[in-house]
């Protein structure tokens, strides 16, 4: 370099950070922030269709690039009386037509940043339409990149007919596990 340097501004300049992979997923209902959690129908009466007493609300936060999934499964495919041996099979239906049924509606969904959370197929239904819920995971939130403050909301809906046995201790269990895709 025999002496021809010419002044010139830095080059732009670029900075990362590795982060740990991280998701955070919370349950709570209407009424209780802690578990065990439960809802309850206050009575199922033939031809009448009634909405469980709390929404199950799920709280999501990942740092995940390609997003998280939140999947559903149910114990009994159904809300099921030991007493009476009779499941009020879940299925996908408008309860408003329907003879008889049990389901969940995903609704209520809102983000701090990232997203969006969205409400997946069956479960993405209203008034009295539900999403069948099976003993297999089915997805019923996601969201396609990272999210904080994720949050949406289960409403559980049923309908007995005039032939569902009475029984006082039709019920179900369900689970809700989040995963994210790092």
Known sequence: ???????????????????????????????????????????????????????????????????????????????????SGYTVNSASADL??????????GGSVSQSAGGPLAVNTPFNVSGNSVGGLTSALQQIFSTSGYITGGSAAITLKAKASSLTPAAGDYQDTLTLTAAGAF
């Open 96 to 105: 408003s037509s329907a003879t008889t049924g049990y389901g969940g509606q």
């Open 1 to 83: 370099l025999e002496g021809n340097f010419t002044q010139t501004q830095f080059g732009p300049t670029a900075s990362a950070a590795t982060t740990a992979p991280s998701i955070t997923f919370n349950m709570y209902t209407d009424s209780q922030s802690s578990p065990p959690f439960s809802t309850s129908f206050s009575s199922l009466l033939p031809a009448t269709v009634t909405t469980a007493s709390d929404r199950i609300w799920i709280g999501l936060t990942t740092n995940a690039e390609a997003g998280a999934l939140v999947y559903v499964n149910s114990l009994n495919g159904g809300l099921k009386s030991a007493t």
